[in-house]
DNA sequence: AATCGAAGGATTGTTGAACAATCTGTGGAT
DNA sequence: ATCCACAGATTGTTCAACAATCCTTCGATT
């Protein structure tokens, strides 16, 4: 029934091809082209750019343009603090029936995206799976940090160009998550999740090539 | 250096009368004259209004306007939820002794300020301890999600109107956690925070005269 | 009198053009 | 080879215009 504005258009449009991996970090988005291509004003490319920068998608140099983000080293320790913050939270907070079930759909996702061995499906499958994670803590504030957080780290994946392996590792750690979970112990599964989001990060650093602080 | 743009003293300026009171929830900003006002475009006030949107301080209504935010009930917990995740993780993480004593910074900065008198440097001295305990984690986005989150309630405070016992009422908790993160035992100061925040939800749910769903 | 609907005014959403400010890169002078 | 000036391109910002939408008022109808 609401009709998204022609601005919220455009930050789609960009946001679709940012998760698509057509725009690669660090390549400059110029606004008369894009203008051009989507056949908006500069004012609304404007806006749109706007928007992609408060979600740290998107990178503002002043009177030089904007940029693909791009995660340094010390983005991806940021981003999973970030991410131990609110997914741990969220998980003691144990959530409804209706939650759980969310996750454990997610699980089953992945499963299937692995036997079909297609990589693409297993990393949204995983996504989903965080974003269940967030979801039972009910909080609109939260869903929506979490989302820019799932935005941000798709965009690393493009860059790292993360082989399957990658992904299939941590199934059997999801199912017992899930697991954890379902059988009422939130704490339990929390503290799998920290250990789980621990080793995820080192893996991610270590893709980088990034000489990691034992913190 | 940097000089900020047009578009973002705009932001400023508007976020400085947001927290000063000056503009009130559910008030509603009008382009036009914003801009005649502050000597600017409609369209850099247009920019501004993106900012502060996705600051959650200001509700755009498509073809409406832009409304100075207004908590309702949902969203004080909501908030609440946020803090607990984001605060209580980063007390946890412990924090570099100069940390620790930006904590304790903010607790003297307190009560010096309930000695004077004085509610309004009170309150801020509150938001600097919390803000403080958040910047133990070392982490930008963390930092970030939290100035947005203090941003909020400001803008809630001014709603309430609180009175000075309001504040005072924490001085001593506030003493307690900062002893106890002090004395090396984060998880207890954590602990402490965490009952804390819960209490202050509940004080704050029934200042804003809202049957509290007992959870 | 109350309800409904249609004009009118005001504000937002978007465009297009224009210009100053700033950055980038090229080429020449030392 | 280094430095400086200059030209080109892009951003930052303004202005003016117009369509779309909303709110209000006024009038007509029941």
Redo the contacts between chains.
Sequence with gaps: M?VP?VAERVADELRLQLAEGALLPGARLTESTIAENLGVSR?TV??AF??LA???LVVRH?NRGVFVASLEAGDVH??Y??R???E???MRAGGSPEDVAAVRAAVEEGKRAAAAGDHEALGTANQHFHGAIVAM??????NA?MGQVLAEMRLFFHKATVDAQFYQHYLPENEAICLALESGKPDRAADLLLAYLDRSEDNLSEVHGDAADAE
């Design positions: 609401a504005s004012n404007r806006e706007a928007e408060s979600e740290r002043p940021d981003v603090t970030v131990r913050a609110i741990v939270s969220a803590a009910g909080s609109p504030r939260l940090i």
